[in-house]
């Protein structure tokens, strides 16, 4: 091909490229695509740039290169095959976590980031700059923790206990070839204890029913839930409106809060709900059908003993102290 014929046809190609560009732009929305799959589910690239930006915020990083963001990628990738191996070894195995086991470790977890970051309005900041909102954050954290403790279980399930059996003559040949490097065992107490516990009377129990109630009526009357939780909440989700972020029914630990939350629809609020924490005003704000998760905020108000019910516990336990002395 002499140089006239191959500088048209690099014209040519040039102009169908430059078509081509010009077309991509103007029609073509870019849709989501899958980088790995594992036992029969697909790990999409958003999920795996999303968990990029959580880590990049848990950590306190800043000036994310893009050499930095690629390589962070590529570990998230490999941790999240990681992780769906292990959630479906622990499904094959019927090991489960409870969403009260997780959501104890959670707004623990937050406070933390919140002080690495330097306070509120830094991590506020923080969750700005990667686009996130604290409830991504949340259920990013609970992710992480549920496959922690996964992992932790199906490793104790895993292990051959019959291989690390070891005899009684072996363990005293060991402990002589070592007794002289041992520490001396501290001094220790052998020691007893009758517990009494405070149980709140039904006066205890009416005053937190009438705030309950209060609320309650407040939020029908239109008062913002939000609002109201960071006001009057006593539970620790106060500090975020109330939120809970996006759970499981099937994981919430008390059965009369998964009943009332089953029932509701989007944006319905509760009556008062009773439960070994107090009383509760649960508000429902999305469904997700394909992860079968609901996302919830609740208002908490604790049943608190009274002066009289302190008075009590000291005179029960005044008794049995002169019941033990005699």
Avoid: C
């Amino acid at each position: 091909m002499n140089r006239s014929k191959r500088n048209t046809v690099f014209v040519v190609w040039m102009l169908v490229f430059l078509g081509a560009t010009t077309i991509v732009r103007a029609e073509i929305v870019p849709v989501d695509s899958s980088v790995a799959v594992v036992e029969d589910g697909a790990i999409f690239r958003s999920e795996v740039e999303q968990t990029v930006k959580q880590i990049v915020l848990q950590r306190g990083i800043k000036d994310v290169s893009p050499a930095e963001r690629m390589s962070l990628e590529g570990q998230v990738l490999i941790d999240l095959i990681n992780s769906r191996l292990i959630v479906a070894k622990a499904g094959r195995l019927g090991i489960e976590v409870s969403f009260a086991e997780i959501e104890k470790h959670v707004e623990q977890t937050v406070e933390e980031n919140r002080r690495t970051l330097g306070g509120e309005q830094a991590f506020q900041r923080a969750l700005e700059a990667e686009g996130l909102t604290l409830a991504e954050l949340k259920r990013f954290i609970r992710e992480q923790i549920r496959n922690r403790m996964l992992v932790e279980r199906v490793l104790a399930t895993e292990i051959d206990r019959g291989s690390l059996q070891i005899g009684e003559a072996e363990l005293l040949a060991l402990f002589e070839d070592r007794k002289s490097t041992l520490p001396m065992r501290p001094a220790v107490v052998h020691l007893q204890t009758i517990y009494i516990s405070m149980e709140s009377s039904a006066n205890a129990r009416a005053v937190a029913e009438a705030r309950i109630d209060s609320l309650y009526r407040r939020v029908l009357a239109g008062e913002d839930f939000a609002d109201l939780a960071r006001s009057h909440s006593e539970d620790p989700s106060a500090k975020t409106g109330g939120s809970l972020g996006w759970v499981k029914i099937s994981d919430l630990g008390d059965q009369n809060f998964a009943e009332a939350a089953e029932k509701l629809t989007v944006g319905e609020v509760s009556p008062p709900v009773a439960t070994s924490y107090g009383y509760h005003l649960i508000r429902l704000t999305g469904t997700n059908p394909t992860t079968q998760e609901v996302e919830l905020s609740h208002i908490l108000v604790r049943v608190k003993p009274g002066a009289d019910d302190v008075q009590e516990v000291f005179k029960r336990a005044n008794t049995v102290h002169g019941m033990l002395l005699a």
